[in-house]
């Protein structure tokens, strides 16, 4: 059996970035790793966020890419893609769209 060598913890290339939406825009928030086999995980204000068919989580050579369908202003929060060795924060915003309901 040969031992796995460390090439040094995984990191962010491309952090995410702070993102302003209109309500029922779609939002794509990305960033990059350092390695393309990384496994990450998505949080939403601390809690692990889980896809559905409203939040798309992909990967794509080295970049993490999580896409809301529809944002909503329950989508406004602070988001984290956390690769083990370090973490990526960005804040969403979703603002009305001006349109009466």
Do not use: H
């Not at 050579?61 to 909503?72: Q, S, W």
């Amino acid at each position: 059996m040969t031992a796995c060598i460390s090439e040094g913890d995984v990191y962010f290339t491309t952090k995410l970035q702070d993102y302003t939406a209109v309500e029922k825009d779609e939002v794509v928030l990305m960033c990059e790793v350092s390695k393309t086999s990384v496994e990450v995980k998505w949080f939403k204000d601390g809690k692990e966020i889980v896809p559905s068919k409203n939040v798309i989580i992909k990967s794509d050579g080295k970049k993490r890419i999580l896409t809301v369908k529809k944002a909503e202003k329950g989508n406004i929060g602070e988001y984290t893609c956390d690769c083990g060795s370090d973490k990526s924060t960005a804040r969403l915003n979703i603002e009305g769209n001006g349109l009466p309901c």
